[in-house]
């Protein structure tokens, strides 16, 4: 199983767009941050036209509260969130902009501070668990595990 088949094709580009709020919170995308979200868009089957670039201190990411989740189930719903606790620990520092952003994404998502801090558990766990891996075998690796943890939940 990979990546690709753990998630839904609608959240996959949800997935992205939550990935870059974290990691542009704030304001700034440090190396490991970047190396993990070109990672997450390779490992999605994402590319991204230029305009949208990942790496450009130009991109504004979209706002938590503008993802479009209409289409997303539940299951999909926290992954997207798991990951993105995933993304706030790239540096191995969760900054208190990135917390924020955290909690905007989990309002989006709808839901409750219980499960949020489950999935976030499980983000931390799992960024432990990678660091020794490259950041596109890490990140491949955090979806299909969060998304059999989640199966499991």
Do not use: H, N
């Not at 926290?78 to 905007?104: F, G, H, I, K, N």
């Not at 949020?116 to 983000?123: D, S, T, Y």
């Amino acid at each position: 199983m990979t990546a690709l088949d753990a998630i839904s094709t609608p959240a996959r580009e949800v997935l992205l767009e939550a990935l870059m709020c974290v990691a542009w919170a704030d304001r700034v995308l440090v190396d490991e941050e970047r190396r993990a979200a070109a990672a997450a868009a390779m490992a999605l089957g994402l590319v991204l036209p230029s305009d949208r670039d990942l790496t450009s201190p130009d991109r504004r990411p979209i706002q938590p509260e503008d993802l479009d989740v209409s289409r997303l189930e539940g299951r999909d719903r926290e992954l997207v969130y798991l990951c993105s606790a995933w993304m706030a620990m790239a540096d191995e520092v969760e900054d208190p902009s990135e917390t924020q952003v955290l909690e905007r994404l989990q309002g989006a998502l709808g839901l409750d501070a219980e499960r949020a801090g489950w999935l976030k558990a499980r983000a931390v766990e799992l960024r432990a668990a990678q660091s020794e891996i490259s950041w596109w075998r890490a990140f491949d690796r955090l979806v299909v595990e969060a998304s059999k943890a989640l199966a499991a939940s």
